[in-house]
C-alpha cells in the first residue's frame, strides 16, 4: 500500500493506492476548523468544519534509519506547507511560524525530558 499526501492550492488531496484499488479523499481547506501538530504521536490532523472528528493526515515514527531530528524536521515541513496553502501566507508569515513551531518543540522535548527525571 502506497499513500500519497498532495498539497495542492485549495485542498489537501490524500491518495492511497493497493494491488487491487485506489482510493482519495479530498479535503478542501475552506472547510478546514483547525490543524494540530501531534508532537507526541508524531501526527498531523485535520478538524473540518461539518465535524467534530480530526482525521489524521500525516504521520511519521523515529526508526533506526530515521532520527528523532530527521522527523521533527519531516513532520514540521509538512505541517507548515499544509498551514501555508490552508492561509495562503505570505514568506514572512511562513518563516514566523516555523519559528514559533521550532521554539514549541523544543519547549515539549524539554518538559518531556523533565517527566522522565
Known sequence: ???????????LT???????????????YEKFKEVRLDLENWE??????????????????PSKDV?????REII???????????????DEEMQNLQNQHKENMKKAEKEKEKEKK
Open 14 to 28: 490524500i491518495v492511497v493506492t493497493g494491488e487491487k484499488e485506489l482510493a482519495a479523499q479530498i479535503f478542501a
Open 44 to 61: 498531523v490532523k485535520i478538524l473540518m468544519d461539518y465535524d467534530e472528528a480530526y482525521y489524521k493526515v500525516f504521520k511519521i515514527e
Open 76 to 90: 514540521l515541513q509538512f505541517y507548515n506547507n499544509l498551514l501555508n496553502s490552508a492561509m495562503r501566507l505570505s
Open 67 to 71: 532520527t528523532v531530528e530527521k522527523c
Open 1 to 11: 500500500m502506497e499513500i500519497q499526501r498532495i498539497i495542492g492550492k485549495k485542498s
